[in-house]
């Protein structure tokens, strides 16, 4: 498998879940983005189940998926966020090929709904 399609079998099982994208919140500003992200794990929904992304306070992120792994090459990756206006962007190490990618987000008490770059998806906070 070459590391283009890794890169878009990683896209498809994590971003493609859209079930409920759309639903509840208001998007949140970029100052709301900052304190709900910062410091917080996200557990990503996947079609395998979810994934853990640590969102450190420092700017950097790492997440982990060992039921991934045989799909993509390796089980985890790490990079950083920022916020930029009101997205939520992201570059990983090796995954989406190392590009930065930035999301609209939506919060509806523990769960957050995501889009942007044709992807849309789901995910909850842990506290």
Known sequence: MTRSSLASLWLILCLSISNGAQA?????TGSQLK????????????????????????????????????????SSDNGRWWVRGRQLCQKWKRLFEGR????????????????GGGHSGSAFLSR
Request: glycine share 14%; proline share 3%.
């Open 24 to 28: 509840g919140g208001t998007y949140l």
């Open 100 to 115: 930065s990618i930035c999301y609209r987000v939506r919060k509806s008490g523990r769960t957050i709904y995501w889009n």
């Open 35 to 74: 304190s709900v992200i910062k410091g917080q794990v996200i557990h990503l929904s996947t079609g395998l189940g979810t994934m853990p992304i640590h969102y450190r306070s420092n700017g950097t992120m790492a997440g982990s998926s060992p039921k991934l792994a045989k799909f993509v090459g390796h």
